[in-house]
């Protein structure tokens, strides 16, 4: 284990952010973050864990230890009548492994194909898309106490997972470093293809037969179409919540803006699509120097080359302002900004 200085983290962070760290260092097991973390040289110096960089903005250098995880392997722990338990390390590309579980006919992930980042960031963020959240196929993870130095596994109650939110973002944040995640998948699918366009691509693509396959060839069509590829514009996906609202809320909104574009939810709740409020406030595909709002997809902010983070975030506070000023709204950020 080597610990390198005054490293540029430009190919760490999908929005091309070239700020540098102090200090950084990978890990690829428990044992090696354990004796980087026990090291007294490390004590009460900051520490950044990092893992595909897939939802983060960095707006300075980091003066402290940046730790990547590099914790890989996939596994299958067990089975029952219904179900398959299989475990994944943290620095598993997610992608990757979605195609793994699909190429194993295993059901519950296909919707979330595509997804940029790592498998450790899915229960962090709880991420989600097209009707799909992790929470749904969630069973179990493993992480580091950094402080206590030990393992403590985290059931889903545990994580007590909410709108791409999670135990691990607020209440213990920096506190533990996920090592691996334990997700609990369907022998027999049961497919969600009524969000989004799901079912409107699989028609255009000329799928006679429903499979786990053809709702991922489709996720994956749709997703390239409407993002930009972070290796060819740098962005982090989704820069914004979609923004949920009570009844009284969107009646109100749904009179005055009748186009306006919504989903119900439970307890007379609905959750509104921060994209389509962003693009009637006038922002899809502003640009400002190398700071813009994509043309294709207005929930996504994107780095043309040699934006600052600082920039970014100045450019996602003009688009809050505007989308509350319009629609008494306000937008919250689902990127780290660090």
Same mark, same amino acid.
Request: include cysteine; proline fraction near 4%; charged fraction near 25%.
């Given at each position: 284990?080597?610990?390198?200085?005054?490293?540029?983290?430009?190919?760490?962070?999908?929005?091309?952010?070239?700020?540098?760290? !102090?200090?950084?260092?990978?890990?690829?097991?428990? #044992?090696?973050?354990? #004796?980087?973390?026990?090291?007294?040289?490390?004590?009460?110096?900051?520490?950044?864990? /990092?893992?595909?960089?897939?939802? *983060?903005?960095?707006?300075?250098?980091?003066?402290?230890?940046? $730790?990547?995880?590099?914790?890989?392997?996939?596994?299958? +722990?067990?089975?029952?009548?219904? %179900?398959?338990?299989?475990?994944?390390?943290?620095?598993?590309?997610?992608?990757?492994?979605?195609?793994?579980?699909?190429?194993?006919?295993?059901?519950?992930?296909?919707? $979330?194909?595509?997804?940029?980042?790592?498998?450790?960031?899915?229960?962090?963020?709880?991420?989600?898309?097209?009707?799909?959240?992790?929470?749904?196929?969630?069973?179990? +993870?493993?992480?580091?106490?950094?402080?206590?130095?030990? /393992?403590?596994?985290?059931?889903?109650?545990?994580?007590?997972?909410?709108?791409?939110?999670?135990?691990?973002? !607020?209440?213990?944040?920096?506190?533990?470093?996920?090592?691996?995640?334990?997700?609990?998948?369907?022998? *027999?699918? %049961?497919?969600?293809?009524?969000?989004?366009?799901?079912?409107?691509?699989?028609?255009?693509?000329?799928?006679?037969?429903?499979?786990?396959?053809?709702?991922?060839?489709?996720?994956?069509?749709?997703?390239? &179409?409407?993002?930009?590829?972070?290796?060819?514009?740098?962005?982090?996906? &989704?820069?914004?919540?979609?923004?949920?609202?009570?009844?009284?809320?969107?009646?109100?909104?749904?009179?005055?803006?009748?186009?306006?574009? #919504?989903?119900?939810?439970? %307890?007379?709740?609905?959750?509104?699509?921060?994209?389509?409020?962003?693009?009637?406030?006038?922002?899809?595909?502003? !640009?400002?120097?190398?700071?813009?709002? %994509?043309?294709?997809?207005?929930?996504? $902010?994107?780095?043309?080359?040699?934006?600052?983070?600082?920039?970014?975030?100045?450019? &996602?506070?003009?688009?809050?302002? &505007?989308?509350?000023?319009?629609?008494?709204?306000?937008?919250? !950020?689902?990127?780290? *900004?660090?």
């Amino acid at each position: 284990m080597s610990v390198l200085e005054n490293v540029s983290l430009r190919p760490y962070n999908t929005f091309g952010i070239d700020a540098t760290a !102090r200090y950084f260092a990978s890990f690829d097991s428990p #044992a090696v973050l354990q #004796a980087i973390l026990e090291d007294p040289k490390w004590e009460g110096v900051p520490k950044m864990i /990092l893992g595909g960089g897939s939802n *983060i903005l960095l707006t300075k250098d980091y003066e402290g230890l940046v $730790l990547k995880n590099e914790i890989k392997g996939i596994h299958i +722990l067990k089975e029952d009548e219904e %179900h398959v338990y299989v475990q994944a390390g943290a620095g598993e590309n997610w992608h990757q492994f979605v195609m793994y579980c699909i190429d194993k006919n295993l059901a519950g992930l296909e919707n $979330l194909s595509l997804i940029p980042g790592n498998v450790g960031a899915s229960p962090m963020q709880n991420i989600g898309a097209y009707g799909v959240e992790i929470k749904d196929v969630f069973y179990e +993870l493993d992480a580091w106490h950094v402080k206590d130095q030990q /393992l403590v596994k985290f059931s889903k109650e545990a994580c007590e997972f909410g709108y791409r939110e999670s135990v691990f973002k !607020r209440k213990y944040k920096d506190q533990f470093v996920i090592l691996q995640v334990t997700y609990r998948l369907n022998k *027999i699918p %049961h497919f969600n293809t009524s969000y989004g366009a799901i079912e409107q691509e699989m028609e255009r693509m000329g799928v006679k037969e429903l499979s786990i396959r053809a709702i991922s060839d489709a996720v994956i069509q749709i997703r390239s &179409s409407k993002l930009p590829n972070p290796a060819e514009i740098g962005n982090a996906g &989704s820069f914004f919540k979609n923004p949920e609202i009570s009844k009284e809320k969107y009646e109100a909104l749904k009179e005055a803006f009748p186009a306006i574009v #919504a989903y119900p939810l439970p %307890h007379d709740q609905y959750k509104l699509a921060a994209g389509w409020l962003i693009e009637q406030s006038g922002w899809k595909g502003y !640009r400002d120097g190398d700071a813009g709002v %994509h043309a294709k997809q207005a929930l996504v $902010l994107v780095n043309y080359g040699h934006a600052s983070g600082e920039e970014l975030v100045e450019l &996602s506070w003009k688009v809050i302002e &505007s989308v509350k000023e319009k629609f008494g709204v306000v937008l919250e !950020r689902e990127v780290n *900004i660090i």
